[in-house]
Nanobody, 121 residues
Framework: QVQLVESGGNLVQVGGSLRLSCVAS????????MSWYRQAPGKQRELVAG???????NYADSVKGRFTISRDNAKNTVYLQMNSLKPEDTAVYYC???????????????WGQGTLVTVSS
């Protein structure tokens, strides 16, 4: 019943910016870590950024200084602000969350459907 829905992906010029959003919907008791992953054509999915419940963050070296992950716990939403975009940032971006739907369920890892980001020159 719990779903993650990403939005904000688009075609953007090199050096441009985008902000991705991921909203968790359904019956949610609690959410722990939330992350953004991406998968470029022909490549494996990789971690882009992660954020804990308290706001601690980590980033892939390739996006440090350019991307910022944040979350709004009241809205069950995680964001990824992407600045100074490069062609190598082109990928499908996926939202991931470790969450619990109810007191009768264990924590589980949930994935969104992905949103496409294309950076062109």
């Amino acid at each position: 019943q719990v779903q993650l829905v990403e939005s904000g992906g688009n075609l953007v010029q090199v050096g441009g910016s985008l902000r991705l959003s991921c909203v968790a919907s359904g019956t949610i008791l609690s959410i722990h870590d939330m992350s953004w992953y991406r998968q470029a054509p022909g490549k494996q999915r990789e971690l882009v950024a992660g954020i804990t419940t308290t706001g601690s963050t980590n980033y892939a070296d390739s996006v440090k200084g350019r991307f910022t992950i944040s979350r709004d716990n009241a809205k069950n939403t995680v964001y990824l602000q992407m600045n100074s975009l490069k062609p190598e940032d082109t990928a499908v971006y996926y939202c991931n969350a470790d969450l619990r739907g109810s007191v009768f369920s264990r924590y589980q890892e949930v994935w969104g459907q992905g949103t496409l980001v294309t950076v062109s020159s």
